[in-house]
């Protein structure tokens, strides 16, 4: 029979492994936002559960954390040597997306009498 303080060490452990998981997910999607913001050479999948980066680096955290990441939950990047890239994502790689940056339009006020 199992006792209730070993039940409790056991929810504990399984906490700590499905945040380590989700960590580790995310770690994955920045390391692929990092080696496609700075155009390293690579082949970059990432779906829900799944991250493959083939080439490509991990974040370098010094002198500050690197806070990209991908806004997309799923997507296919080829990065290629003299920085052409082929992929499937047209966001931004900012930790908060502006809503439809790109489109951005500067309203001109009219001189007034």
Not at 90 to 100: C, F, I, K, V
């Amino acid at each position: 029979m199992i006792s209730k303080k070993s039940m409790s060490i056991f929810t504990k452990i399984n906490t700590s492994t499905k945040s380590t998981s989700l960590n580790k997910d995310e770690e994955d999607l920045r390391a692929i936002a990092y080696s496609m913001d700075l155009l390293i050479p690579g082949l970059y999948i990432w779906f829900p559960g799944l991250k493959i980066r083939l080439g490509g680096n991990t974040p370098d955290d010094e002198p500050y954390r690197y806070p990209g990441t991908i806004h997309d939950a799923y997507g296919i990047a080829l990065v290629l040597p003299g920085y052409k890239i082929f992929t499937t994502y047209q966001g931004t790689y900012d930790p908060r997306e502006t809503p439809d940056s790109r489109t951005t339009t500067v309203e001109r006020q009219s001189d007034a009498i």
